[in-house]
């Protein structure tokens, strides 16, 4: 009969960002422990609120199956005599594993005879193991932050109050013996500490279901993804009672899902007089800062918002006025920064950056203000872009300016929208003041990416000035990054390849060093390759041999190191490329015991030779043609007849033969078919013998 096990872990709050992660270690954790115990099969699933961490474990036998287990022991002449009587090591030896000597036989070991016993071992009961899992899996809980408590002995990501576990087939009934943290396990719990403080029994429950369904009875909703559904139709419940609609945002719905046990809203309001703020004010302010789903009526935000609550009602609707009292508070702060910053241009305020240290090594704000306006333009430039360089000098001029404005040291989330929205009041060009807006667009990998070809242009110039100005003295490491370069990097990458911009960055890594003390081109160019190498197999999708194969060859206008890439992702699978892959690395490893100089065609007088030499004269015209259309899969076919005569070429010539200048133009040949390869990737890192 199949048996099923549940833990449920009653702490102080938890942090809402810790929980996600720790229902993963729970559920690998256990399913891990139970295997190697030899529980195969088991499903597990965890389960939390603000204030639980649950385990529900099914499919358990009632414990381990008995084993027989051959032991072996001494040498055999050590343990008998020549007429075979038992000396005192065969006597010790039986004496040891709890069986009389006449049970000693002798086996052939790695090392001649030796002594040997068979026995039986009793398997152990579910229980048993599964008080070792929990214990070990909940010890090795690993939480961003934890802390002591009492006397200091324990560490956990909360104090612990209580521990349920129990055990049982159709019911369980059995009370898992546990001791963590100095605390035993019961088979009780509590409810919600307001709603439903009491015990609740929990022995004898069914199952999950059960055992939910006594948690929401006492006001816990156990389940995240029933406090979701549960969260979000109250909200919408809530909305429609005032004729608004919630503005979408399921990242933030996510976190106030972790926040509480029971998914309760409540729905502030704030004065009318605050909707003349801009929309991006408003949303900040309610959305980070106090946490709020935010309304809206006909497309536009509403003077309503909704604020998580852990409790199911407000009859007396004190926590709603509560809400409203400190985003009313909150709105006046706003709009009061927003009148003052009007007072001035935005362009007046370029001047104070001066005072603003960007960085140690970097001088201030207004040091890389100029450096990203040259730099901009610049990469402009190079990149034969149909833009209007003024607009782009000038958005680069205005870009930080809201740095020093009130609102901005308030609220750093609006820095960049702040800018462009001073910007379009002071009627500043459409694609300066959205440039201005989009700086920061995107956020590393997440997110939209500039809507202007000048924001874009804007952004990259930005972060690539960032980089070369901080990558030598504050390098990531592990996990630290408080410059958030890794996140500059990808967002070049994803402006580049998306937008796309016909970009060279190998040239932009050059420029950008210029007049940065410190500034490594090498490295700046090789953490940006990191970074291109991880967005092809991270966002495109590509094989990591096929990001090497692609970034191996050339790469630089990231825009066509990913059609590359998608290309080779498509056509690695072709069995005619399989074998081409396989005869290149033939190719580039000959290619190494050699030097050569100007193919001389006359020379190459052997049929495979002249067969070779005309099929590559006929792949470079169909990839050139490929190439100039932007087709690459189409280039990377034209490939494929090249297989078939290199073959013959290797069997029937030898390359490496005694003449000299028949050598040197074989040699010259292959670097030929090298250099046709190498304009779209060097096949011979895509991981053939995975086929």
């Known amino acids: 009969m199949s048996h099923q096990f549940l833990l449920a872990l009653l702490c102080e709050e938890i942090p809402a960002n810790a929980l996600p992660g720790a229902r993963r270690q729970l559920e690998q954790g256990f399913a891990k422990g139970l295997e190697e115990a030899g529980f195969a099969g088991c499903t597990v699933r965890a389960f939390s609120t603000v204030r639980r961490l649950v385990v529900h474990v099914t499919g358990l036998a009632a414990g381990q199956p008995d084993r027989i287990e051959e032991v072996t022991g001494p040498p055999a002449r050590a343990a008998f005599t020549p007429d075979g009587s038992p000396t005192a090591v065969a006597l010790g030896f039986a004496r040891g594993q709890g069986v009389s000597v006449d049970q000693l036989r002798v086996v052939k070991g790695s090392r001649g005879d030796v002594v040997a016993v068979t026995r039986r071992v009793k398997g152990r009961t579910a229980p048993e193991i599964l008080a ?54 019961r088979g009780s719990t509590a409810g919600h500490r307001v709603v439903a403080p009491g015990r609740i029994e929990m022995r004898g429950i069914t199952g999950f279901e059960d055992y939910a369904a006594r948690l929401e009875a006492a006001g816990v909703v156990v389940d995240p993804d029933a406090r979701r559904a549960k969260m979000l139709a109250r909200a919408e419940m809530l909305a429609a009672e005032v004729g608004c609609t919630v503005r979408p945002d399921p990242v933030l719905l996510d976190e106030l899902v972790e926040l509480v046990e029971h998914p309760g809203l409540v729905r502030g309001k704030f004065s009318s007089r605050f909707l003349e703020l801009p929309e991006e004010v408003l949303v900040t302010t309610l959305r980070h800062h106090q946490k709020s789903l935010v309304l809206e009526k006909n497309g536009r935000v509403a003077g309503y918002f909704l604020a998580v609550a852990d409790r199911p009602d407000d009859p007396e609707g004190h926590i709603a006025r509560g809400y409203s009292w400190v985003a009313g508070a909150r709105l006046a702060d706003a709009a009061f920064f927003y009148a003052q910053d009007q007072r001035d241009s935005l362009e007046s305020r370029v001047p104070a950056l001066a005072g603003v240290m960007f960085h140690r090594t970097s001088g201030s704000y207004l040091d890389k203000t100029n450096k990203v306006r040259q730099l901009a333009v610049e990469l402009a430039r190079q990149a034969q872009l149909e833009i209007s360089l003024e607009h782009l000098e000038r958005a680069a001029w205005l870009a930080k300016a809201d740095l020093v404005t009130a609102m901005v040291g308030e609220f750093a989330e609006l820095q960049g929208v702040m800018g462009g929205i001073y910007a379009l009041g002071d009627n500043e060009p459409e694609e300066v003041w959205m440039a201005v807006a989009d700086q920061y ?10 809507r202007t070809l000048t924001g874009a242009m804007l952004g990259v110039a930005d972060r690539l000035d960032t980089l070369a100005a901080l990558l030598a003295s504050e390098k990531p490491s592990g996990s630290k990054d408080p410059f958030a370069l890794r996140r500059a990097a990808l967002a070049v990458v994803k402006i580049c390849a998306e937008f796309p911009l016909p970009l060279d960055v190998l040239d932009a890594c050059h420029r950008a060093v210029v007049g940065r003390p410190g500034g490594d081109e090498a490295e700046l160019q090789a953490f940006l390759q990191d970074r291109v190498r991880h967005y092809l197999t991270n966002v495109v999708g590509v094989r990591a041999d096929v990001a090497d194969a692609v970034l191996t060859a050339h790469w630089g206008v990231i825009a066509a190191d990913v059609a590359r890439a998608r290309a080779l992702e498509t056509v690695r699978r072709d069995e005619v490329f399989g074998s081409l892959a396989i005869v290149f690395k033939r190719v580039r490893n000959i290619l190494t015991k050699g030097t050569h100089g100007v193919l001389d065609e006359r020379v190459l007088a052997v049929p495979a030779e002249r067969e070779l030499l005309a099929a590559v004269a006929a792949a470079e015209i169909r990839v050139a043609e490929s190439l100039d259309e932007d087709d690459h899969e189409a280039a990377l076919h034209a490939l494929a007849p090249l297989a078939t005569p290199l073959d013959r070429f290797f069997t029937e010539v030898m390359v490496l033969c005694d003449d000299s200048i ?15 390869f190498l304009r779209l990737a060097d096949v011979s890192r895509l991981a053939t013998e995975a086929r």
């Open 132 to 185: 070792e899992v929990t214990t070990e899996v909940v010890g090795s809980l690993h939480f961003p932050k934890t802390m002591r408590w009492g006397a200091g002995e324990h560490t956990f990501v909360r104090p612990l109050h209580n521990i349920v576990a129990v055990f049982g087939a159709e019911t369980m009934d059995e009370v898992v013996p546990l001791d963590l943290f100095g605390l035993g396990s």
């Open 441 to 450: 667009r995107p956020a590393g990998l997440e997110g939209p990416i500039p």
């Open 662 to 676: 028949l050598k040197d133009a074989r040699l010259a040949l292959l670097a030929r078919i090298e250099r046709l």
